[in-house]
């Protein structure tokens, strides 16, 4: 194990936690992350963990690998606001006193992202060696799409209209920059969260039950932090270092071929 062969960068506390997770629970089983990673999360390393869905989650077996170890319960109402909320809640949190590193993960993270990257993260992160100031975690892509809901909240977000379309990866998993974080005011982040309990714009179609404006960041948040509507795959990022750009073969779908 990576625990065994690779000594742990030491932690300087004046320069604050090198790395936050943030985890949006929903009882899924989320024993992948003291199982699968431990010989790799960064000395100094910060968790949370937001309960949703009315779960629950044992804070032992993460205490030995983390600095701080945070559960908090979160309460959508009658709209479900999966992760969004989540997020979103962390960074209103924490603005201003961030680590200089957040991983924004699911319960189900492996589900969706690359292991192998994931670990990589977590190695550069300990060692210094991370540079990038946004990676996308997962293998499938979202369909490329400028549809008019898209185009009506992207403008409700940001004060401008969308040029071209919206291409990123699927299912919200991703390392951010706290400096792109904070690239963008506080009152930013509030009007994302407050507009999720608003009516979404007439140009959607609502699923009952389900916040339309946070279906919508799915397709957002590389914009949120910095990156250009069109993301390109990590394999074709020239801003990545090559050892952050994997081959995807496990990004296909069932688009046809050549389909962004």
Known sequence: MLRACLPRAQYNQT?????????AHCKEDISWLHQDFPGVIPVGSDLAIYEKCDSTTDPDPYLPLFSSVQIKHLD??????????????YILSNYGNFPRQILFLQGDALKHANRGLLRLILVGVSFGTVKAQFVHFNSQRLVSAQTKCRKAIYEQVFGEPLEGKLSTYCCAQFSVASSRITARPLEFYEKMARIMNEASPGECCDIVGHSTHCLIYESLWHVVFG??????RRVEDASLPAFLRPLEEEAESFLPRGSK
């Not at 320069?15 to 985890?23: E, F, H, N, S």
């Not at 959508?76 to 979103?88: F, P």
């Not at 990156?227 to 390109?232: F, G, K, N, S, W």
């Open 15 to 23: 320069q604050g936690a090198p790395l936050g997770i943030v985890v």
């Open 76 to 89: 959508d109402g009658d709209t479900r606001q999966d992760e969004c909320s989540a997020y979103l809640t």
């Open 227 to 232: 990156e250009p509507p069109a993301l390109p």
